[in-house]
């Protein structure tokens, strides 16, 4: 059965009118744990594609370490204001053993033979590592990440929890201060979130959005 609607169409377009990419966040304010769990599942529950989810979510709650970030991140304050801050990191490669490891845990999940998700593991691998997309891995990984972003930032947006997408930063930096220089993960975008700062003079200002009729075409 389908879940009782959280909110209403009215609320749902009202958190996202709220919303906005702050700049100034109030460092005294922390969000609550129960309600950081739940933005967290909202990252482990995105969608992607084939479900295939090729990425890893680092928060930094180390305030040393988020002080270390700073000077790579064009020197913004929201990366030490921020009650959160998360680093999007997307698989560097996609192999076999990526596509294996998502059919086991289908089966397991599913209780479903193995035999019988062979084709689905077929259609992955001719399309991700036999396909023309196999040299664009990088950039396809990149592209989920955004799907994950998105997710995030409307979950916290109703939850009454400001956020800022941050491409403004320097990713072999931080890989190598987050000691992934190695990993298989290498970070692709940052977001941070938190509560605005009354301080901030960006959140009340009008919204530049352009009409609905010069974006959304219907046929």
């Not at 991140?73 to 990366?79: G, H, K, M, T, Y």
């Not at 490669?93 to 062979?118: F, K």
């Not at 301080?199 to 200002?205: N, T």
């Amino acid at each position: 059965m389908p879940p009782t609607p959280a909110t209403d169409p009215n609320t749902l377009v009202e958190a996202l009118q709220w919303r906005y990419a702050t700049k100034a966040f109030d460092a005294a304010r922390t969000i609550p744990a129960a309600l950081w769990s739940s933005l967290e599942q909202s990252l482990v529950l995105s969608p992607s594609s084939y479900g295939l989810q090729p990425w890893k979510f680092l928060v930094i709650e180390d305030p040393a370490l988020r002080s270390e970030l700073r000077p790579f991140s064009w020197n913004q304050a929201q990366i030490t204001d921020a009650s959160h801050l998360v680093v999007f990191l997307a698989k560097r490669t996609i192999d076999g053993a990526d596509l294996d490891r998502l059919i086991e845990a289908t089966s397991t999940i599913r209780e479903q033979p193995i035999e019988q998700l062979a084709f689905y593991r077929s259609m992955m691998q001719k399309d991700l590592l036999d396909g023309p997309r196999s040299a664009l891995i990088d950039q396809w990984s990149t592209n989920q990440l955004y799907i994950a972003l998105g997710t995030f930032m409307t979950a916290a947006a109703l939850l009454g929890i400001d956020t800022c997408p941050i491409e403004g930063f320097s990713p072999p930096d931080y890989d190598r201060l987050l000691g992934l220089d190695s990993s298989p993960y290498r970070s692709a975008v940052v977001c941070v979130a938190g509560y605005r700062s009354a301080d901030d003079k960006y959140a009340s200002l009008a919204k530049i959005r352009y009409t609905a009729a010069e974006l959304i075409e219907h046929r």
